[in-house]
């Protein structure tokens, strides 16, 4: 076989390889797993989504490309009244949107749609690793911000380099954020939108958790803030909302150049979703409401933060997100090898802070999603086996 594209070799190893390694050799002693490590929602998709899947797949003008410029007009138009509802901005639905294959699709194909070589993606460490990894693919450099719990895990503006900020391209944040759980302020965005003026770069809001939110907090968005179109595209995805995370469905927002430029680059990659899938999701922004979803995970949280607080691990409880961001309890270990001990010791797999990036080591993630659960029992179970471990140091 001829040798691959040398630009595989632009990206870093899969990092959660060692944790895997040892989450398989504990199955395989027979231990039973509680796997709080991917943020998989496990709770099924709502049945009437379902129900208008159905009849979507009995209509047969779905069965063929879809030619629509912009992405299936049904769903398109259910985003835009969605948005509106949910973020108060009005968004024109031909210039300034369009359909993707989950946000993953659209978050890297955009990184293909502007980087050079030469060019800078500026990305949040610790971070989801796609606007790093197709940003390097497509021949470009990162900056990487740490976000730090002084700065409540935002990108310090003023830190970033002029030369670099020159050179920049694309500016990627994410909040809701994977993995912190950290939440945007609408002050955050003004500046981040009259740093991107400033620099002409172009602003990238992964929202993926944007309807991901407990105790009634509602997410702010770039585009709410003046001038947000004029510098911002944000991404929206079905997956987390709905618990949909199979079916590949959400759509982006924001500058009509932006939405364009990615447009012309999938018009040549691919012919849109599954025209059924597409309604379906018209159907769940149209009529569904994901509270129900919301409070499960609310109380999955609070069980295992109060949890894990009565054992002397204190915790903040996130506002959103699927995920509880926590210091790793003792001075003695890294990320990496507490993650590794509590496998061992409690057969209970989180997340390193240093998968995420260098900047999350000192951090571990756990998600609120957990195939099985009932009523949160195997939240008070992963606690219970959390404290059996003695891995949590006595509190002093
Ligand atoms: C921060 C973040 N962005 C985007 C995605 C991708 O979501 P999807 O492609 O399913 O819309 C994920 C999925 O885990 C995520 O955590």
Same mark, same amino acid.
Request: hydrophobic share 40%; aromatic share 10%; proline share 7%.
């Given at each position: 076989?001829?040798?691959?594209?040398?630009?595989?070799?632009?990206?870093?190893?899969?990092?959660?390889?060692?944790?895997?390694?040892?989450?398989?050799?504990?199955?395989?002693?027979?231990?039973?797993? $509680?796997?709080?490590?991917?943020?998989?929602?496990?709770?099924?998709?709502?049945?009437?989504?379902?129900?208008?899947?159905?009849?979507?797949?009995?209509?047969?003008?779905?069965?063929?490309?879809?030619?629509?410029?912009?992405?299936?007009?049904?769903? $398109?138009?259910?985003?835009?009244?969605?948005? =509106?509802?949910?973020?108060?901005v009005?968004?024109?639905?031909?210039?300034?949107?369009? =359909?993707?294959?989950?946000?993953?699709?659209?978050?890297?194909?955009?990184?293909?749609?502007?980087?050079?070589?030469?060019?800078?993606?500026?990305?949040?460490?610790?971070?989801?690793?796609?606007?790093?990894?197709?940003?390097?693919?497509?021949?470009?450099?990162?900056?990487?911000?740490?976000?730090?719990?002084?700065?409540?895990?935002?990108?310090?503006?003023?830190?970033?380099?002029?030369?670099? #900020?020159?050179?920049?391209?694309?500016?990627?944040?994410?909040?809701?954020?994977?993995?912190?759980?950290?939440?945007?302020?609408p002050e955050f965005y003004q500046d981040a939108v009259a740093?991107?003026?400033?620099? /002409?770069?172009?602003?990238?809001?992964?929202?993926?958790? #944007?309807?991901?939110?407990?105790?009634?907090?509602?997410?702010p968005t770039v585009l709410q803030v003046e001038g947000g179109k004029?510098v911002a595209?944000?991404?929206?995805?079905?997956?987390? +909302?709905?618990?949909?995370?199979?079916?590949?469905?959400?759509?982006?927002?924001?500058?009509?150049?932006?939405?364009?430029?990615?447009?012309?680059? &999938?018009?040549?990659?691919?012919?849109? =979703?599954?025209?059924?899938?597409?309604?379906?999701?018209?159907? *769940?922004?149209?009529?569904?409401?994901?509270?129900?979803? +919301?409070?499960?995970?609310? &109380?999955?949280?609070?069980?295992?933060?109060?949890?894990?607080?009565?054992?002397?691990? /204190?915790?903040? &409880?996130? &506002?959103?997100?699927?995920?509880?961001? *926590?210091?790793?309890?003792?001075? /003695? +270990?890294?990320?990496?090898?507490?993650?590794?001990?509590?496998?061992?010791?409690?057969?209970?797999?989180?997340?390193?802070?240093?998968?995420?990036?260098?900047?999350? !080591?000192?951090?571990?993630? +756990?998600?609120?999603?957990?195939?099985?659960?009932?009523?949160?029992?195997?939240?008070? !179970?992963?606690?219970?086996?959390?404290?059996?471990?003695?891995? $949590?140091?006595?509190?002093?």
């Amino acid at each position: 076989m001829p040798k691959p594209s040398s630009r595989f070799d632009r990206i870093p190893p899969y990092l959660f390889a060692e944790i895997s390694r040892v989450k398989r050799e504990a199955k395989a002693r027979g231990v039973d797993i $509680i796997d709080l490590g991917i943020g998989d929602p496990d709770i099924p998709t709502p049945q009437p989504i379902l129900d208008a899947l159905k009849t979507a797949v009995d209509n047969k003008e779905t069965h063929r490309y879809d030619e629509s410029a912009r992405g299936w007009p049904e769903f $398109i138009s259910a985003a835009a009244d969605w948005y =509106q509802r949910t973020f108060g901005v009005e968004l024109d639905q031909a210039s300034e949107m369009c =359909q993707v294959i989950g946000s993953k699709e659209g978050l890297a194909h955009l990184a293909w749609s502007y980087i050079d070589a030469g060019d800078y993606s500026i990305i949040p460490n610790p971070g989801y690793p796609v606007y790093k990894n197709n940003t390097l693919m497509a021949g470009g450099e990162v900056y990487e911000t740490p976000l730090l719990a002084e700065n409540a895990f935002l990108p310090d503006l003023t830190a970033i380099p002029t030369d670099v #900020a020159k050179k920049a391209k694309l500016f990627y944040v994410c909040y809701p954020h994977n993995p912190t759980a950290a939440v945007a302020t609408p002050e955050f965005y003004q500046d981040a939108v009259a740093f991107c003026r400033e620099h /002409d770069i172009l602003l990238v809001n992964d929202m993926a958790y #944007a309807t991901v939110t407990y105790d009634g907090f509602k997410s702010p968005t770039v585009l709410q803030v003046e001038g947000g179109k004029d510098v911002a595209i944000e991404f929206h995805s079905l997956s987390k +909302m709905y618990n949909m995370t199979g079916w590949r469905l959400g759509f982006a927002a924001g500058n009509p150049d932006a939405i364009s430029t990615l447009q012309r680059l &999938k018009d040549n990659i691919d012919s849109k =979703q599954f025209g059924a899938v597409a309604l379906a999701g018209a159907h *769940a922004l149209n009529h569904v409401d994901n509270s129900a979803t +919301m409070a499960i995970y609310e &109380k999955r949280r609070d069980l295992l933060c109060d949890g894990l607080r009565e054992l002397g691990w /204190d915790i903040p &409880k996130p &506002k959103a997100t699927l995920f509880v961001w *926590a210091p790793v309890p003792r001075d /003695d +270990m890294d990320s990496a090898t507490f993650c590794r001990e509590l496998i061992e010791k409690a057969g209970v797999v989180i997340i390193p802070g240093s998968g995420s990036g260098d900047a999350g !080591e000192g951090y571990v993630r +756990m998600s609120l999603t957990l195939p099985g659960d009932v009523d949160g029992q195997r939240f008070v !179970e992963a606690v219970k086996r959390i404290k059996e471990s003695g891995l $949590i140091p006595a509190r002093v």
